[in-house]
C-alpha cells in the first residue's frame, strides 16, 4: 500500500549571508522528519565572476547538539571550523560536521570558484544527535563526488545516490547515529521507481529539479512532501521528458524532547542556555584562517 502525502509544503525565502534559500524544516506543520530537523535548499543560481574574497569571519558561527549535511549539488565550497578541519567539496561532493559539544565554522565558496563565476545548487540540513551523543567531541568529514556510492534502478529508470545511509548493497561512509537515510534520486524521462519503505520510518521527499509526481501526488520543485505512517511504499514518476531529481530523506523517530534555539538543539532548555553561555566564555575554540595557506 503507497503511503499517503500528508503535507505539501513550499517554505520560506530567507537570506542566509549573501544566499538567498528556501527553508523547509522545521515549519509550523511539522518539526523533524526521522532525526532531520532542519533543511534550507539553496536553488540553482549563477554566481558571476568577482574579486574573490578570503573568509574574514563575520558569517563563522557555533553549534552544538546535532551534525550538520551539506550537499553541494553544482558549486565549490570550503570549510573552516574551531577544531582546526579545513575541507573543500565540489559538484556532487557530501560535507558532514558533528557538531557534538561545540564548535565554530565557516563556509565560503572557493577562491577559484568566486574569480570564474558559475552555477551554485545544493542544500544544508542538521541532523539531530541522540543525548549521549551530543556531548562528543566535534568530527568533520568531506566526501567528493566521485566517491558517492551510487545504484542504477531498474528498467533503467535513473539512478539512486547514497548520501546517507544505505541502499541495496550500497553504503555511505557518513557516520550516524541513528537508523537514518537521505538518497538524490534522478529519474530519466518517463520512468518510475517504486521504493519499499522501513516499518516506523518518517519519510520526505523534495524535488530539487523537474516536476515530478509521488505516489500520485503532484511534486513541483522546491516544495517539500511528507508521508503519514501507514503505507510500505512509494511510487516516483517522471511523466515529463527531462530528467528530474528527488531528495528522499527520514529514519527512525526521535524519541527525545527537542529544545531548538538558533544553532543549537538541544534536549532541554537549560542545555541551550549551557550551550550559549560555554560559547560566549570561548570554549568553542577559534578558528585558524591560515589552514589552506
Known sequence: MKKKVSIIYDG??????????????P???????????????????IHLPKTPTKPDGSFAHPHRGIATFSYMIYGELEHYDSQGN??????????????????????????????TGGIGQGMQFWINLPAQNKRETPDYMAVQGN?????QLPNQ??????????????????????KQFLYHIQLTASASFL?????????AAFAVSGNPTINEVLAPSGQLAVFDSNGDEILFENPT???????????????????AQGPY????????LEANNDYFKGKYGKINYSLNS
Not at 515549519?27 to 543560481?45: E, M, R, S, T
Not at 579545513?86 to 574569480?115: R, S
Open 12 to 25: 520560506i525565502t530567507t537570506q542566509v549571508g549573501t544566499t538567498e534559500v528556501v527553508r523547509l524544516l
Open 27 to 45: 515549519n509550523h506543520y511539522i518539526q523533524a522528519v526521522g532525526p532531520f530537523v532542519f533543511l534550507d535548499n539553496i536553488p540553482k543560481h
Open 86 to 115: 579545513y575541507g573543500v567539496i565540489g559538484n556532487g561532493g557530501l560535507q558532514w560536521m558533528k557538531a557534538g559539544n561545540g564548535i565554530i565554522h565557516d563556509e565560503n565558496p572557493t577562491l577559484a570558484f568566486q574569480k
Open 147 to 151: 566517491e558517492v556510492p551510487e545504484v
Open 157 to 178: 529508470a535513473g539512478s539512486l545516490r547514497v548520501l546517507i545511509g544505505e541502499f541495496a548493497t550500497k553504503s555511505s561512509i557518513i557516520p550516524t547515529y541513528s
Open 195 to 203: 521504493m519499499k519503505t522501513e516499518i516506523n520510518f518518517e519519510y
Open 241 to 259: 521528458s527531462e530528467m528530474v531529481d528527488i531528495m528522499v530523506f527520514g529514519g527512525e523517530t526521535y524519541t527525545e524532547s527537542i529544545v
Open 265 to 272: 538543539v538541544m534536549n532541554t532548555f537549560e542545555e541551550i
